[in-house]
């Protein structure tokens, strides 16, 4: 595809440096409560929205919760790769502190506030460009720290369109064969905000930065549940480093019907005014929808911290699959020496079924 460089690319000057690699603060996942018996107690309802992604918790405004209740939000939503409220009284004042509780305040590149992003609706043919605004994509996933938790609010929406759909990375790389998650493993994903950029200024946008090119690798590990997720997007990810170009291609082409074709790992959500989603970027990807409503009246504020260089560590890691095989061991071990009670009572963990006996991942993995 060619690029689109105008006059108006050739003459712009970002007035910001790039970004220099950094150490986060530790994860506030690791310090809650594993059962998240503080948040959860609270909430009227916890529903799971489809087993392999997205909760939905009523009852719970998060401008109030305790700093107790937001680690265990965290943990959460790291499990759930989403998490949903509806009727928020949140401000926007409320909104930056609460991102601020988990770290360093993220800035896309776009982003002209410094606290937020502010995110419009389209109207537009889905189909009619590749790699558009609405493809998936993990939030500026080429910064060399790309984002971890991000919070949407949304202030106004359409009565009908605008929603936004979230797919489980950690789930993708669970249905591939052993065999693909083998070689994907050893991969390394090149991600560019080149086509970004270039679409920003044409757009009469103003990037704050120069565009980057940033390998990251192709299957990462979670810092807190050790869970392999695939780290693969269609907006951002152009190539995987060392292939030929012919094998480059098919293996994104690859992903990218993989991607598509998840309907079973997937949530749609649909926004009604001061609903939130709050998502953690190294397990999802996500997409708005476009087309079919007036973009004026669809307006939500992003709100999102750094996270981690992405990494993958095989010593600690576990697929999806591996870790629910290895919890039943563990519980029927646990049953059959007598010593403690297994309980169950709904809440659903990753990939723990509702009929199931409840299989808390990070109680028994969180190192
Ligand atoms: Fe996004």
Redesign the pocket.
Known sequence: MALDITPAVLAYVPPDPPLEQFEPARDRAFFADPTKASLLSQASSIEALTPYIGTELKGVQVSQLTDAQKDELALLVAERGVVFFRDQDITLEQQHALAAHYGKQDRDPSQQDPRHVT?LGHDFNIRAKDRNVAAY???HSFEVNPPSY?LLRMLRTPETGGDTIFTSQVALFDKLSPTFQKAFEGFFGIHSSEKYYLNSINGGGKPRRAPIITEHPLVRTHPVTHLKSLNYNPLFVTGVKGLNDRESFHTLNFLYDHLHSADDLTVRWKWTPDSIAFWDNRVVV???VPGGYEPSSREGK?TAIFGERPFFDPSISESWSERKERLKKEKLSIESNSEYAVKTNGHLENGTRLDEPELNFSKLNVV
Request: glycine fraction near 12%; charged fraction near 35%; charge should be positive.
């Open positions: 995110i994509h993990g939030d991000t996500h997409r708005a992003r």
